[in-house]
C-alpha cells in the first residue's frame, strides 16, 4: 500500500519516483525532502510465497519487487556456513519484518540500480534514519563494505 503525502503534486511525483523509477548512485538518505510513504503487511517469505515477505536480513519483497538493501550485509541463510551464521541471520530476518511492519518506510536509489542478481539495490530509510544502521547498531549484520566476508569464527 503506497500512503501518499498532502504536500503537493511535486513532492507526491517525487515520493513515486524514488520508489519505481531506476536511479543510479548509492545516496545517503534524505532527511524531510520525500515522506515515508511506504506501507505493508510483510510476512516471511515461503517457497511459494513472493509477495511483502523478508527473505533474509537484507532481501525482501514489496510486491512483486524484489529488494536487497544496499547499505547493509546480512547473514546467509541459503545456507548458513555455520551454527552461529544461521542463528545471527535467522534473528536478523526476523527483526528486519519487524521493523519493516514498524510503519511506513522509504525507499532511497543510490548509484546502482540493481545487483548481479536483479535485486533493486535500495537504502530503507523511515523518519530520515537507515533501518539498516539501527540493524548494525543491534549486532543483527553489518555495513556493506563491498565484499562478503565470512560470520563463522
Known sequence: MIVLPIRGALVAALALAALHWPCRGHAEPTRGAISDTVAASFSICGSARRFDCVVDGDTFWLGRQKIRIADIDAPELTPPRCAHERELGEAAKHRLRALLNAGPFSLVAGSRDEDPFGRKLRTVVRAGRSIGERMVAE??????????????D
Open 139 to 152: 549486532g543483527l549484520v553489518r555495513r556493506w563494505d563491498g565484499g562478503r566476508r565470512s560470520w563463522c
